[in-house]
């Protein structure tokens, strides 16, 4: 619930504006007005439309699996590009790092390579994970 909004529906429900202890209560205010959110009409027609239709357009559904299909994608590739290409010679001999030979070093030792194939398996685990977890 957002915040200040328990107020709002206890003065609906209460029939009168909140003010504090001693305000009566009005028994004749139903389930639907007391639960309505607050707002003009117009706003509540379409919010009330828009949440009940779920993505709405059968164009957003589609939109919504396209974007998924990206992200699946994109941690696989991302993954097996960390595992991989940290253990391949390309991953010190670049010329990135033929100007910097404690860089090179450094991004030669066997933690530093564990580490980015590391988090090519994580990432790799995340993708899968979202494709198996999705549902709409």
């Given amino acids: 619930m957002e915040p200040g909004y328990g107020n709002a529906v206890r003065s609906r429900l209460e029939g009168s504006s909140f003010s504090g202890a001693g305000v009566s209560a009005d028994q004749h205010v139903s389930l639907s007005e007391a639960s309505a959110p607050l707002g003009d009409a117009k706003t509540n027609d379409v919010s009330a439309e828009t949440a009940s239709s779920g993505y709405g357009h059968p164009r957003h559904v589609w939109a919504h699996r396209f974007g998924v299909l ?51 398996v994580i990432d790799i685990w995340i993708g899968f994970w979202e494709a198996v977890h999705y549902h709409e």
């Fill in 70 to 120: 990206l992200f699946v994608f994109f941690c696989a590739v991302l993954g097996v590009v960390l595992v991989i290409f940290p253990w391949r010679d390309e991953w010190t001999n670049n010329s990135f790092l033929f100007g910097h030979p404690e860089l090179q070093d450094f991004v030669a030792d066997g933690f530093v390579r564990g580490i980015c194939s590391g988090l090519g």
